[in-house]
């Protein structure tokens, strides 16, 4: 069983920038392909970015592509998701995930096995 958790949410003006970080308990993440998705409220659940394993090749989803990046740390304990050039429609409860069984789980929801309780970034225009 694996425990995501995650922070770095917040509020922030249109335009800014934030870094969201996922830590897994007592883990290391290099065994799991993950990946990030957002909800906002009235919405489904979509797809953010992924990163692979083993050789962290990262997928953005379009909407975010060029403003957004997934990396790991070195120790490949935590995840995370720097988000700049905001946008008032960013705004949304961020989750990040984690998939065991294959080495990219992408955009697929059901891929992933665990994932994080969210946290909230709002973004102001």
């Known amino acids: 069983q694996v425990q995501l958790v995650e922070s770095g949410g917040g509020l922030v003006q249109a335009g800014g920038s934030l870094r969201l970080s996922c830590a897994a308990s007592g883990r290391t993440l290099s065994s799991y392909a993950m990946g990030w998705f957002r909800q906002a409220p009235g919405k489904e659940r979509e797809f953010v970015a992924a990163?692979?394993?083993?050789?962290?090749?990262?997928y953005y989803a379009d909407s975010v592509k060029g403003r957004f990046t997934i990396s790991r740390d070195n120790a490949k304990i935590t995840l995370y998701l720097q988000m700049s050039s905001l946008k008032p429609e960013d705004t949304a409860v961020y989750y990040c995930?984690?998939?065991?069984?294959?080495?990219?789980?992408?955009?697929?929801?059901?891929?992933?096995?665990?994932w994080g309780q969210g946290t909230q970034v709002t973004v102001s225009s």
């Open positions: 990163i692979s394993r083993p050789d962290d090749r990262t």
């Open positions: 995930a984690a998939n065991f069984r294959t080495a990219y789980g992408g955009g697929y929801s059901s891929l992933y096995d665990y």
